[in-house]
């Protein structure tokens, strides 16, 4: 368990879906997990900043998606919260406006309003905020 939790960081709910897929006795899983957490090989904190660094710089989600995808691996919302400070609102921003660019420059053969409404839709799916998606959309018809 050890070694699946130093290749990469992980958080509670799948390391304990690994001890599941082991058959592991109970006493046994709660000793593994106190070791893990004792030894630092298992930190919550640790895995949620780097999921959300990994999944906003790598694959431009949002927050949005971001957070749903952590509360679905158990991670709780006050610790999800603490943690958005590792995406900074410039690069947010950015990354915003560059999504926004590309996929609407990509849309051809539509009308205005159809353009903007599937370049809307796109950033929803990615995870990004309405507002910001409003803001980025006003600031380039200007």
Same mark, same amino acid.
């Given at each position: 368990?050890?070694?699946?939790?130093?290749?990469?960081?992980?958080? &509670?709910?799948?390391?304990?879906?690994?001890?599941?897929?082991?058959?592991?006795?109970?006493?046994?899983?709660?000793?593994?997990? =106190?070791?893990? !957490?004792?030894?630092?090989?298992?930190?919550?904190?640790?895995? /949620?900043?780097?999921?959300?660094? #990994?999944?906003?710089?790598? %694959?431009?989600? #949002?927050? +949005?998606?971001?957070? +749903?995808?952590?509360?679905?691996?158990?991670?709780?919302? %006050?610790?999800? +919260?603490?943690?958005?400070?590792?995406?900074?609102?410039?690069?947010?921003?950015? /990354? =915003?406006? %560059? !999504?926004?660019?590309?996929? &609407?420059?990509?849309?051809?053969?539509?009308?205005?309003?159809? @353009? @903007?409404?599937?370049?809307?839709?796109?950033?929803?799916? @990615?995870?990004?905020?309405?507002?910001?998606?409003?803001?980025?959309?006003?600031?380039?018809?200007?």
């Amino acid at each position: 368990m050890a070694n699946y939790c130093v290749y990469q960081d992980r958080c &509670h709910q799948e390391v304990e879906q690994k001890m599941r897929d082991f058959l592991l006795i109970p006493e046994a899983k709660d000793e593994i997990l =106190l070791y893990l !957490l004792q030894e630092n090989y298992l930190n919550e904190e640790r895995f /949620t900043r780097s999921y959300i660094r #990994g999944k906003f710089y790598m %694959k431009s989600w #949002g927050r +949005n998606k971001i957070r +749903n995808q952590l509360k679905f691996k158990g991670v709780p919302e %006050k610790l999800i +919260n603490s943690c958005f400070d590792e995406i900074d609102d410039d690069d947010y921003r950015q /990354t =915003l406006t %560059k !999504l926004y660019e590309q996929y &609407h420059s990509k849309l051809k053969g539509l009308q205005a309003y159809q @353009k @903007k409404s599937k370049t809307i839709k796109f950033l929803l799916s @990615k995870g990004f905020e309405y507002e910001e998606i409003k803001e980025v959309i006003a600031q380039s018809e200007d």
